[in-house]
């Protein structure tokens, strides 16, 4: 089968490789859709990093580089292993794509996401979506309806993040939230918010991603740093009161010292976005406003409710797709688009 395999920073090849083996207690998956996540993009530019080095092999997956790339993916059930009896063939499934050890419980109010030599299937090993098949073990495998078309539902992976941070962050229905940064994870995060009875402020400069967020509805102020005080409107629009919870998108700290200006006292600053250096901040602030900076991974048994609010009609996926493209053109018109021209995509899929 064909698959994106990632050799190292800056090299990788679509490849024949042979078809996953279904064994006990797996799923068998005919890959429909794959996303282009930002780990991704972070891989092919300064990696590896969640993916093992050529010769380092991950303690729980036993692989190393290459790895096939994709953890954000939909697919058809074509087959179950011995003692899969809830799972059928012909059966739409997203996964959560973790690489996890056995021995940790995984079971309901456990934080397995912060478990010893976490990692993600498509990073970590066990293969990934960015191939025409998968094999994955049944615990991540999550049905869904029908009704949920098969591209759209390679965006859930995303959009479970966005429902776990909203759910780190303690927000409530009458809440009025400010999401720094409108990227995918920040639109995806404020399509949650505003499902959940929120009032949600965007902050973001792009011109595309500003787009998106007005065609999407899911800002109910959409603020341009470049064209307003962010801080002034914030106060105007909460009577100087400040913003209930916020939320960093950006890993860009301007935007983390204005969450920090902005949030009431006592509230909630949620760091959602993945930092590759070290960052500032007013700690006086902090300590005067008794602000709560809280950190958010991934997610942990929050795909159920996150697909129920897609099932229900409460987000709607379709319009956050900006662009389809084949496994065949995965660098040229995926990667390469993405690093030199976010400006014209939002999200890209890739159809195996």
């Given at each position: 089968m064909k698959a994106a395999r990632f050799y190292d920073k800056g090299d990788i090849r679509i490849e024949d490789i042979p078809e996953p083996t279904i064994e006990s207690g797996t799923v068998g998956i005919d890959v429909a859709w794959c996303g282009i996540c930002g780990t991704d993009l972070h891989e092919f530019m300064e990696g590896p990093i969640f993916i093992p080095p050529c010769g380092h092999p991950h303690p729980v997956s036993g692989e190393s580089a290459p790895i096939t790339m994709g953890h954000e993916f939909s697919?058809?059930?074509?087959?179950?292993?011995?003692?899969?009896?809830?799972?059928?063939?012909?059966?739409?499934?997203?996964?959560?794509?973790?690489?996890?050890?056995?021995?940790?419980?995984?079971?309901?109010?456990?934080?397995?996401?912060?478990?010893?030599?976490?990692?993600?299937?498509?990073?970590?090993?066990?293969?990934?979506?960015l191939s025409e098949k998968i094999a994955v073990k049944r615990r991540w495998v999550h049905p869904i309806s029908d009704t949920i078309p098969l591209d759209q539902a390679a965006l859930i992976e995303p959009l479970t993040v966005g429902y776990h941070a909203y759910v780190r962050s303690g927000a409530k229905a009458g809440d009025i939230a400010l999401v720094g940064g409108g990227g995918p994870i920040g639109l995806l995060l404020a399509a949650v918010l505003k499902a959940k009875g929120i009032t949600v402020i965007l902050t973001e400069l792009s011109a595309k991603r500003k787009e998106k967020a007005e065609e999407t509805g899911v800002s109910d102020y959409l603020l341009d740093p470049s064209e307003v005080n962010v801080t002034e409107e914030v106060m105007r629009i909460t009577g100087n009161r400040g913003v209930d919870v916020a939320f960093e998108c950006t890993s860009v700290n301007k935007v983390l010292d204005v969450l920090v200006e902005t949030t009431k006292p006592a509230g909630t600053i949620v760091i959602v976005s993945i930092w590759s250096h070290p960052a500032t901040v007013n700690v006086h602030s902090v300590v005067m406003k008794e602000l709560d900076i809280?950190?958010?991974?991934?997610?942990?048994?929050?795909?159920?409710?996150?697909?129920?609010?897609?099932?229900?009609?409460?987000?709607?996926?379709?319009?956050?797709?900006?662009?389809?493209?084949?496994?065949?053109?995965?660098?040229?018109?995926?990667?390469?688009?993405?690093?030199?021209?976010?400006?014209?995509?939002?999200?890209?899929i890739v159809h195996t």
């Amino acid at each position: 089968m064909k698959a994106a395999r990632f050799y190292d920073k800056g090299d990788i090849r679509i490849e024949d490789i042979p078809e996953p083996t279904i064994e006990s207690g797996t799923v068998g998956i005919d890959v429909a859709w794959c996303g282009i996540c930002g780990t991704d993009l972070h891989e092919f530019m300064e990696g590896p990093i969640f993916i093992p080095p050529c010769g380092h092999p991950h303690p729980v997956s036993g692989e190393s580089a290459p790895i096939t790339m994709g953890h954000e993916f939909s697919g058809v059930v074509y087959a179950v292993g011995d003692g899969v009896d809830d799972i059928e063939i012909g059966q739409h499934v997203v996964v959560e794509p973790y690489i996890i050890a056995d021995d940790v419980d995984t079971g309901p109010g456990e934080s397995y996401q912060l478990s010893k030599n976490m990692n993600f299937i498509g990073l970590g090993g066990h293969g990934g979506g960015l191939s025409e098949k998968i094999a994955v073990k049944r615990r991540w495998v999550h049905p869904i309806s029908d009704t949920i078309p098969l591209d759209q539902a390679a965006l859930i992976e995303p959009l479970t993040v966005g429902y776990h941070a909203y759910v780190r962050s303690g927000a409530k229905a009458g809440d009025i939230a400010l999401v720094g940064g409108g990227g995918p994870i920040g639109l995806l995060l404020a399509a949650v918010l505003k499902a959940k009875g929120i009032t949600v402020i965007l902050t973001e400069l792009s011109a595309k991603r500003k787009e998106k967020a007005e065609e999407t509805g899911v800002s109910d102020y959409l603020l341009d740093p470049s064209e307003v005080n962010v801080t002034e409107e914030v106060m105007r629009i909460t009577g100087n009161r400040g913003v209930d919870v916020a939320f960093e998108c950006t890993s860009v700290n301007k935007v983390l010292d204005v969450l920090v200006e902005t949030t009431k006292p006592a509230g909630t600053i949620v760091i959602v976005s993945i930092w590759s250096h070290p960052a500032t901040v007013n700690v006086h602030s902090v300590v005067m406003k008794e602000l709560d900076i809280r950190g958010t991974i991934a997610y942990a048994n929050n795909h159920e409710e996150t697909i129920k609010l897609v099932e229900e009609g409460k987000v709607n996926l379709e319009p956050f797709i900006t662009q389809r493209i084949k496994l065949d053109d995965l660098v040229a018109e995926g990667f390469e688009r993405l690093i030199h021209n976010n400006e014209s995509a939002v999200k890209i899929i890739v159809h195996t």
